[in-house]
C-alpha cells in the first residue's frame, strides 16, 4: 500500500486538480471553518446569553416568534425558555475548545511518546506497545465512558477521559515515521557529530512527523467533538453549567417530536462542521501521505 | 506461524492483566460506592458500613487487589453485587444480543460498503465516484444516537413498519444494525473505493484487461480481492470495537447487550460486574486482532507478521 | 460504455444480495401476541427480585415485581387507606406497642403448599436479617406465631405506624434463608403472578397464579420491558408494542392525549418535591435566611409552566395522600422582601450555593429554581450528580441545597417526617428538641386523629422553619391502551398487574 502511494500521484494524479473550475472549492472547507471559528470566537460577544437564566414563559416556542422581552428567537428555544441560536454559537465555541484541548493533549502526548518509542526502540518501544495493547484491549469508547461515567461532570474530565485513546493514533503514526527517519543519514551524522539524542529528536526528526500528524489531527478532533456530543447523550458528558451542542442536543431528545429545533438545529451545525472537517482531512492526507501506521 | 501464535497469547496474557488492572483501578478510584447506591438514599450510614463490610470492600485496597486476581486466575469474576447473580454468566447472558448486532451491522456495512466502494473506485472523478463520497463523509457525520432517534421517527412513529426498541424478533434487530452500519459502510466505501482506484491503475490490471478479461472480470477477480486486505483489517478491528462499543445504539434502541450493561454497571458501581465484563472484552477484541492478522498474512503474502508491534 | 454497464450490474447483484440479507432476516420473525398478553414498558430497572436484600428494598423496581409475585400482611390501597392481604384483621394492643395480626386461610403458595403463620414469622426475620433500607423501620422488633393463623408482632417501643410501615414486607416460604440467590431464580409466593422469566436486562414475564386467593388474574401473561429512552416507551405505546407506561412528563402528555386509541390519566402520589437547606452551615443556619430563600422563588409559575397537570404547589411537607398531612400556610413569592430579608440577616453574596440533584428529569425545575435565585442574586452551582455520587454526597452532608423527589410507599408521616427530621436523623443539619418531641408523639399515639394532629404541629414547625423548600406534590401519569380495562392508576407508580383485563378478545 505504501509503495503504491509513493507512486502513484506522478501518474495519476487526483483528478480533481485537473478541472480548472474546482481549483477554487478546495477553499470551501476553509471558508466554512472560518465561519464557524468566527461565530464561535466573535458571536459570544454579540450574543448575551447565561445558561443559568431561564425564562419559562417563552419555552418551546418555534423559530422566528417573539420572546416576553420583546427580542425574536431565530432559532426557537428550548425547554426552560432559553435562546437556541445563542446555544449554537456558545457551543461552538465549547465544542472547539474540547476537541482543541483534547487533540492537543492527545497530540502532545501521542508525539512525544512515539518519537521516543520509534526513535530509541528497545525497551521504550516494547513498554509502548505493550501499553497500547492494554488500552486497545477496549473498544476505545469504552475506556472513555467507564472515565466519563466514574468521574463528577466537568471539563477535565470529559478531555481527560477523549484523550486517554485518542493519543494513540498519534503514537503510532509517529513511531512509524520515527523508525523510518532514524535510519536517513543526516541523522546518523548528527549522531556522529555527537549531537544529543533530545536534540536530534526535536530538530531532526519531529518536523518530518508534522504532515501526517496535521492530517491525523482533524480527523480526531472530529471524532472527539462527535464524541463529546455522545457522551453528553449519555448524561456523563459536560456539567450543565457548560453550553454544548451534545448538551444541547441531549436536552432536546425528549422534544424531537414536539420541538424538534432544540435537537436539530445543534446537530445539523454539529454535522456540518464535522464533514468540512471530514473534507479537509482528506486533502490533507492526500496531500502529506498518511504515515506509516505499523 | 505456531511460535507467533504462541507469543502473541503470552503478550496476550500480559495485556489481559494489565487490562484487568486498569480497570480495577479507574472504578475503585471513582467516586462514589457499591453499598450506598445498593442500599438508596434511604440508608442510615450505619447500614452503608454493614453493607461495605459485607462486601468485602472495607478491607485495603492492596488485599482487594490480590484476592481479585488471584480469583480472575481462576477464572472466578464473583458476583454482580446488585443483580446477585454470578458476574460472568451475567455477562455472557448479554454478549449474544452484542454479537447478533454485530454480525447482523458488519454484513451490511461491509456488502453496501464494497459496492458503493468498487462503483466510485472503478471510475475515479466520475459523477459515481463523487456521490458516493459525498455520502460516505454525511454517514461518517451524523451522530449515532441522533441517526438512531430519526430512523425510529421515521420507521417506528411514522411509518409504524418496523418496532422502535428493544430485542426478541429478527425486526428488532434492523434499525440498531442499520444505525451501527452507517457510519462503518462509509469506512468500508471510502477504503475499498482508494484501493481498488490504485490497483486498477496498476500494471497487471492493464495485463489482464489486455488479455481480453470483461471489466466485470477484472473487477472482481483483481481488484476487488486486493481491495479486501485493508477491509479484512478494518473489519476485525470494528467487530472487536463493537463488543462493548455499541454503546450509544444499545441506549436508544434498549438493546440488551453487552454495552448497556457496562453503562449501567459502571453508575452502579457494580464493580465485579464492569470488572468480568471488561474483561471478557478485551480478551475478545484481543483474539480478534490476533485473527485479523493472521487473515491479513494469508491474504496478502507480501506481509509478514512482526511481533514486536 | 459497456465496460461500466457490466460494472454496474456487478454492483447491483451485490446491493441486491445485501437487501436480500436484510429482507430474510425480516420474514422470519414478526411478534406475536396472544389476545391477553399485555406489555408495559417499564419506568424502573429491575435489578433484583428480593424484596429484602440490600440492593432490592431500596429499589422500586423491586418493590413492583414483589407486588406481582408475593403477598403482604396488609397493603394500602390507591387512595392510602388500608386493607388487608394475608391478614383480615390487625388489633393493637393499648399503647400500640404490640400488634396482632389474624391471617387469611387456606391461601396457597404458588407451588401448592400453605402459607401459614410459620412463613410470615421466618419471612419476617429474614427481612431484618438481611438489613435493608425498609427493615431499619422495624430495628429491633420481634415477630412470633402465637397461633396458626395468627402472628404477633412486638415493637421496642410504642409505634403506631406499624400497619403502614409493612407495606415493605412481602411473604415467602419459610424455607427461604439469607440471600437465597437460587429461590429469585424462580420465586414462589402467594402473589397473583407467577415468574415466568427474568433477565439481567430488565425483562420481566409474570403468567397468573391460577391459585391466587383473590382469583387469577385476567390477562394470560405480563411482559415488563425495560425501556430507558422516552422517545422509545411513548413510540412503542403508540404503536401497540406497549399496552400500558407509566411516569411521563408533562411535556409527553398532550401528544399522548390527543391519539383516539390512548388513555391518560393522573394521580395524586405520595411524592414531594423536597429540596432541604443544609442547616448546619453557616450561611443556612439562621431560619430566616431559608424562609427569605424560598421566598425568592417564584415556585407557582414554575410549576405551572414545567408541570402544568402532574404538579400542584404544594402545601404541607408530605402530600395529601400521606397519613400526617396538614395544610400550612403557603409561602408568597416576594423577590424584593426576600433580598431585603437576606440582606438584614447578613447573607454573604458572594458566596455560591451547591444545589444537588441526582436525575436528568429534574434539570429544568432546578434550573428554573436557580434562576430565580440569581435574580436577586444569590449564586448558586447546579450540581446534576450521578446516582451513586448524589447518595454519598447526601449522607455526608457535601451540598447547601438537596433536591429529591421523596416518596412513601408506606403512606405513613411516620417514614418521611418521623423518620428525616429527628436531630438523630442528621439528614439536614436541623435539630430541633421540640419537634423531636412531637414527632415521637405523633409515632406512638394509637389514635389515628390525635397522630395526624401532631404530625400537622410538627409540619408547621417543618414549613415556619423552613427545613426545606416544599415547593411541589407530584402526580404520576399514566397511559394505556384503550383495550385494557381495569387499570388502577397507582400513588407510588407501582401499578397491580392483577386487576387489568383485555377487552375485545
Known amino acids: 500500500m505504501t509503495a503504491t502511494l509513493e507512486k502513484s500521484p506522478a501518474k495519476a494524479g487526483p483528478t480533481a486538480r485537473k478541472r480548472p473550475g474546482r481549483r477554487w472549492t478546495r477553499w470551501i472547507p476553509y471558508a466554512i471553518l472560518a465561519l464557524y471559528a468566527l461565530t464561535g470566537g466573535i458571536g459570544p460577544l454579540l450574543i448575551d446569553y447565561n445558561p443559568v437564566y431561564t425564562s419559562l414563559p417563552d419555552r418551546l416556542l418555534a423559530p422566528g416568534s417573539p420572546v416576553s422581552s420583546g427580542a425574536t428567537a431565530w432559532l426557537g428555544t428550548d425547554g426552560t425558555g432559553r435562546d437556541v441560536l445563542a446555544q449554537v454559537v456558545y457551543g461552538a465555541r465549547t465544542s472547539v475548545l474540547i476537541g482543541l484541548a483534547t487533540v492537543v493533549v492527545s497530540c502532545v502526548v501521542g508525539v512525544a511518546i512515539g518519537t521516543l518509542a520509534g526513535y530509541f526502540r528497545g525497551w521504550p518501544d516494547m513498554i509502548l506497545a505493550r501499553g497500547i495493547d492494554i488500552l486497545l484491549a477496549f473498544p476505545a469508547i469504552l475506556l ?43 541523522v546518523d551524522a548528527a549522531r556522529v557529530l555527537g549531537v544529543r539524542p533530545l536534540a536530534i529528536l526535536w530538530r531532526h526528526v519531529v518536523p518530518f512527523t508534522a504532515g501526517p500528524v496535521v492530517a491525523l489531527a482533524t480527523l480526531e478532533f472530529a471524532l472527539v467533538v462527535l464524541a463529546e456530543a455522545g457522551l453528553s447523550f449519555l448524561g456523563i458528558g459536560l456539567p450543565n453549567s457548560a453550553v454544548s451542542w451534545g448538551q444541547t442536543i441531549a436536552n432536546g431528545k425528549q422534544y424531537l417530536a414536539t420541538a424538534w429545533w432544540i435537537s436539530a438545529i445543534p446537530g445539523v451545525a454539529l454535522s456540518l462542521l464535522i464533514i468540512t472537517i471530514g473534507i479537509l482531512g482528506d486533502q490533507l492526507t492526500a496531500r502529506y501521505g498518511r504515515g506509516h501506521v505499523r | 506461524m505456531i511460535r507467533l501464535i504462541v507469543k502473541r497469547l503470552l503478550i496476550g496474557v500480559l495485556v489481559m492483566w494489565g487490562a484487568a488492572s486498569v480497570i480495577f483501578l479507574i472504578v475503585r478510584v471513582a467516586p462514589g460506592d457499591p453499598a450506598s447506591i445498593m442500599l438508596g438514599p434511604d440508608a442510615d450510614s450505619e447500614q452503608i458500613a454493614d453493607l461495605t463490610a459485607r462486601l468485602g470492600l472495607d478491607k485495603p485496597m492492596y488485599v482487594q487487589y490480590l484476592s481479585y486476581l488471584g480469583d480472575v486466575v481462576r477464572l472466578d469474576f464473583g458476583d454482580s453485587y446488585r443483580l446477585g447473580t454470578a458476574a460472568m454468566p451475567t455477562v455472557l447472558e448479554r454478549l449474544s444480543a452484542t454479537a447478533e448486532l454485530m454480525l447482523a451491522s458488519t454484513a451490511i456495512a461491509v456488502i453496501v460498503g464494497l459496492t458503493l466502494g468498487l462503483l466510485a473506485g472503478a471510475r475515479p472523478g466520475s459523477i459515481t465516484d463523487r456521490v458516493v463520497s459525498a455520502i460516505s463523509i454525511a454517514l461518517q457525520s451524523f451522530p449515532t444516537f441522533w441517526v438512531g432517534i430519526m430512523l425510529i421517527l421515521i420507521f417506528a412513529q411514522a411509518l409504524r413498519i418496523l418496532p422502535s426498541a428493544g430485542a426478541g424478533s429478527p425486526l428488532h434487530l434492523i434499525l440498531p444494525a442499520v444505525t451501527l452500519a452507517l457510519p462503518f459502510t462509509a469506512v468500508v466505501a471510502r477504503l475499498t473505493r482508494t484501493n481498488v482506484a490504485e490497483t486498477m491503475r496498476e500494471a ?41 462499543g455499541a454503546v450509544v445504539v444499545e441506549n ?23 470488572q468480568a465484563a471488561t474483561f471478557l472484552i478485551a480478551g475478545i477484541v484481543m483474539v480478534f486482532n490476533l485473527v485479523t492478522d493472521l487473515v491479513y498474512s494469508q491474504l496478502d503474502p507480501r506481509i509478514r507478521l512482526d511481533g514486536a508491534s | 460504455m459497456t465496460r461500466y454497464r457490466a460494472l454496474r450490474r456487478t454492483a447491483l447483484a451485490a446491493l441486491a444480495a445485501s437487501l436480500a440479507l436484510t429482507a430474510c432476516s425480516t420474514t422470519s420473525g414478526g411478534s406475536s401476541g396472544g389476545g391477553r398478553d399485555i406489555t408495559v414498558a417499564g419506568t424502573y430497572s429491575i435489578e433484583s427480585l428480593d424484596p429484602a436484600s440490600p440492593s432490592g428494598g431500596g429499589a422500586t423496581g423491586t418493590q413492583l415485581t414483589s407486588k406481582a409475585l408475593f403477598s403482604r400482611l396488609v397493603r394500602p390501597k390507591a387512595d392510602g387507606t388500608l386493607e388487608g392481604d394475608l391478614a383480615t384483621e390487625w388489633t393493637p394492643d393499648t399503647t400500640a406497642t404490640q400488634w396482632t395480626f389474624k391471617l387469611r386461610t387456606g391461601v396457597k403458595f404458588s407451588d401448592g403448599s400453605e402459607v401459614t403463620a410459620d412463613d410470615v414469622v421466618a419471612s419476617f426475620q429474614r427481612f431484618i436479617d438481611l438489613k435493608s433500607t425498609n427493615a431499619a423501620n422495624f430495628t429491633g ?39 437465597d440467590k437460587e429461590f429469585f431464580q424462580h420465586p414462589v409466593g402467594s402473589g397473583p403472578f407467577k415468574l415466568e422469566k427474568f433477565d439481567s436486562a430488565g425483562t420481566v414475564v409474570f403468567t397468573p397464579n391460577s391459585g391466587y386467593y383473590a382469583g387469577a388474574p385476567k390477562v394470560t401473561k405480563v411482559t415488563i420491558k425495560k425501556m430507558p429512552e422516552l422517545a422509545a416507551r411513548l413510540t412503542a405505546l403508540k404503536t401497540g408494542e406497549a399496552d400500558l407506561i407509566w411516569g411521563i412528563p408533562d411535556d ?20 414531594v418535591f423536597t429540596m432541604w437547606f443544609n442547616s448546619s452551615i453557616p450561611a443556612l443556619k439562621d431560619a430566616a435566611v431559608r424562609r427569605a430563600l424560598w421566598q425568592a422563588v417564584d415556585f407557582a409559575t414554575i410549576i405551572k409552566t414545567l408541570y402544568p397537570q402532574t404538579g400542584t404547589l404544594s402545601d404541607a411537607p408530605v402530600s395529601p395522600v400521606t397519613l400526617g398531612y396538614s395544610p400550612q400556610e403557603a409561602q408568597k413569592y416576594d423577590p424584593a422582601a426576600a433580598k431585603a430579608a437576606l440582606q438584614a440577616a447578613g447573607f454573604d ?90 414527632l415521637a408523639a405523633a409515632g406512638a399515639s394509637p389514635d389515628k386523629n390525635e397522630r395526624v394532629r401532631l404530625y400537622g404541629e410538627a409540619s408547621k414547625i417543618i414549613w415556619s422553619d423552613a427545613v426545606g423548600m416544599f415547593p411541589m406534590a407530584v402526580k404520576f401519569a399514566y397511559a394505556w391502551n384503550k ?23
Not at chain 1, 466537568?154 to 477523549?162: D, Y
Not at chain 3, 409527553?252 to 411524592?271: C, E, F, G, M
Not at chain 3, 385494557?484 to 378478545?505: A, E, H, K, Q
Open chain 2, 252 to 274: 436508544v434502541f434498549a438493546w440488551p447487550g453487552t454495552g448497556s450493561l457496562i453503562v449501567d454497571a459502571v453508575s452502579n458501581r457494580d464493580y465485579g460486574l464492569v
Open chain 1, 144 to 186: 472513555t465512558i467507564v472515565i466519563a461515567g466514574a468521574f463528577e461532570r466537568s471539563v477535565l474530565v470529559v478531555v481527560v477521559a477523549l484523550s486517554a485513546t485518542a493519543w494513540i493514533s498519534f503514537a503510532r503514526v509517529t513511531r512509524g515515521v520515527a523508525l523510518s527517519i532514524r535510519e536517513r543519514a543526516w
Open chain 3, 252 to 271: 409527553q402528555l398532550p401528544q399522548l392525549q390527543s391519539d383516539a386509541n390512548l388513555t391518560v390519566q393522573t394521580v395524586p402520589s405520595t411524592a
Open chain 3, 349 to 438: 453574596f458572594s458566596k455560591k450555593l451547591r444545589l444537588q440533584f441526582a436525575n436528568a428529569e429534574f434539570r429544568q425545575f432546578n434550573q428554573a429554581v436557580v434562576s430565580d435565585l440569581a435574580k436577586i442574586g444569590v449564586q448558586v452551582d447546579l450540581l446534576e450528580k450521578e446516582q451513586a455520587v448524589f447518595t454519598k454526597d447526601l449522607l455526608a452532608m457535601n451540598w447547601d441545597v438537596n433536591f429529591q423527589q421523596l416518596s412513601n410507599p408506606t403512606f405513613d408521616g411516620a417514614n418521611t417526617l418521623g423518620r428525616l427530621y429527628t436531630c438523630a436523623a442528621k439528614r439536614n443539619g436541623y435539630c430541633n428538641p421540640e419537634l423531636d418531641k412531637l
Open chain 3, 141 to 179: 422488633y420481634t415477630m412470633t406465631a402465637s397461633s396458626p393463623a395468627e402472628v404477633v408482632l412486638k415493637a421496642t417501643k410504642p409505634d403506631a405506624a406499624i400497619p403502614y410501615k409493612l407495606a415493605v414486607f412481602f411473604v415467602m416460604p419459610k424455607r427461604v434463608q439469607g440471600e
Open chain 2, 204 to 244: 497487471y490490471i492493464q495485463t489482464a484487461r489486455s488479455k481480453g478479461l470483461s471489466e466485470r472480470q477484472v473487477l472482481l477477480g483483481h481488484a476487488l480481492r486486493n481491495s479486501l486486505i485493508p477491509v479484512v483489517t478494518v473489519v476485525g478491528l470494528h467487530m472487536g470495537g463493537l463488543m462493548g
Open chain 3, 483 to 505: 383495550n385494557l380495562t381495569g387499570v388502577v392508576p397507582d400513588p407510588n407508580g407501582l401499578p397491580d398487574f392483577s386487576t387489568i383485563g383485555v377487552s375485545g378478545s
